[in-house]
C-alpha cells in the first residue's frame, strides 16, 4: 500500500501515546518509524513511576488500548508495574520494538520548508522526517517546589518520579512534600516503614472510596475465553464515568458527590480537629479528585503528623514551617506533579516561520483538535493541548488523537502532498469553543488553582466536557480545516 509519506516518520516517547502511534500507522501502511527513547526501556509515565503504592486511579477495564485488551489484569485498579508489563507485550506483539531507538533523547527539531522534513538533533546523532510526533506526555518532568532553601538540606531528597530504591526509608525522619495524586499512592505505603513522617500540605484534596478488589481467576478466563464479554464490561464501566462529567461541568451537582467524600473521611478520620484539616476547601472536581482507601487511616497513625503551616525554609537538617516549628529530617520526599503546561521540549522546536512551539504557546498552549499547531506543519503532539481529562482513561482520548493522525496521513497519500498544518482561523475557532465550554464548570470557577491551569489563568489541558465528544471532534480530520501543500519533487 503507498503511504504517501516519503520518508521516515519519528516519534518521540514510548509510552502509550508514542506505542500507538507506531501500532496504528504501521497498519496503515506506514513501515518506515522510529521511536526516540531516551531511557533505556519503554513505558513513558508508567516507567519513570515506580514509587511505592503506584497504580492507576482509573479501573483496569478501560486502562488499555480498544484493540489489545487485557484479560490478565488482577485488581480492578492496576498496580505500576502491571501496566509496565502490559505495555511491553504490547510492543512486543505489535512488533514496535525493533522501532524504538533507546538511549536516544530529542534535543531540537527545525521544519525546513525547502525539503518539507523535520531536521531532528539528538543525542545519538540526526534524523530527517516528514512527520514528527511528540508523544512525550505530560507527567515524565518533575515540578519541584519553589520553597527556599531546597538546595541546602544535607539529608536525601529526591521527586516521587526519580524514586530512589536504593535508599532504605525504614526507621528514618520523613518528610513529604504535596497532597496530590503520587502522595496519596506512596504515604501509606511508606508510613508502616519511618519512624516518624511529616506530611507537609498546603491545600486538602478531595478523596473519595477506590473500592479496588481482586479480579478472580474465573474473570481472567472468561476474558481470555470470551473477548466480547470483556467488551461490554468495558462499554458499561466507561459509561458510568461518562455520567460522572455532569458533576464537573455543573458545580452545583458537584456538592452532591461531596457529600459523599465528606462521609468517607467521616468514616476514616475520628480526630475532628484532624478531619477539619483533611476537608477541603474549594468545590470538588476543581482539582483531580483523588481515590484512596488507606490514605486517611495512614494520617491517623502516632508515626504521623500532618503540617498545615506553609514552609518558611528548608534548613540543613530539616524544615521550619511559618509558626515557628522545625522538623528534623533524615529524608524529603517531593510528591509535587509534573509541568503538563510547560513542555520541556516546546523552547527547542522550530518552525514555519522561525518561531519556537514556547513562543506559539506563549502566554498558554494551543492547537487545532488539540493535536496539530498551526506554524508546525506536519507535527503532531499527543497527548496534546487540552486533551487531558479528568474522568475516564487517557488512552481513550490518546486514541482518538491517533486516529487524526492517521487520517492526516491518508490525505498526504491521496492528495500528494508534503506538508499539512491547520489553518490559524480553524484553530482560533477550536480553541474559542473549548473556552466557551470551560466557562462555569468546577475546573473554572471552582474556587481553587490547580496544575490544569497555566500561568495565564487558562485552563490548557483539560477537555471540558464528555469524551466521546472529544472522539467526535477530533479523530475525523476534517481537510477543510487544513493548509495543503504538494510534495515539492526535492521532497521525495
Known sequence: MATGIQGQVV???????????????????????????????????????????????VPSRLYSFSFAQNPEWTRSFSAQPEIWAYLQRVAEQFRVLPLIRFGCAMRAAHWDASSQRWNIDTSDGGYIAPLLVLATGGQSEPELPNVPGLERFQGVTFHSARWRHDYELRGKRVGVIGTGASAIQFVPAIQPQVAQLHLFQRTAPWVLSRRDRAITRLEQMLYRALPAVQSLVRGAGYTVREASVLAFRHPRAAHVVERVARAHLARQVSDPALRSALTPTFTLGCKRVLVSDDYYPSLTQPNVSLVTASIREVQAD?????????????????????????????????????????????????????????????????PGPNSGIGHTSLIYMIESQISHVIGAVRLMRDRGLGAIEPTAASQQAYVAAIDRRMRGTVWAAGGCRSWYMDASGRISTLWPDFSFQFRRRVARLNPAHYLQTPRRPTSA
Open 11 to 57: 516519534i518521540v516517547g514510548s509510552g502509550f501515546s508514542g506505542i500507538g502511534t507506531a501500532i496504528r500507522l504501521m497498519q496503515s501502511g506506514v513501515t518506515d518509524i522510529v521511536l526516540l527513547e531516551r531511557s533505556q526501556s519503554l513505558g513513558g509515565t508508567w516507567r519513570e513511576n515506580s514509587y511505592p503504592g503506584c497504580a492507576c486511579d
Open 318 to 382: 530539616g524544615i521550619l514551617t511559618s509558626d515557628g516549628v522545625r522538623y528534623a529530617l533524615d529524608a524529603l520526599v517531593l510528591g509535587t506533579g509534573f509541568r503538563p503546561t510547560d513542555p520541556p521540549l516546546a523552547p527547542h522546536i522550530v518552525g514555519r516561520d522561525g518561531r519556537t512551539l514556547a513562543q506559539a504557546w506563549s502566554p498558554s498552549m494551543v492547537a487545532y483538535a488539540s493535536t496539530t499547531v498551526s506554524g508546525f506543519p506536519n507535527l503532531f503532539v499527543i
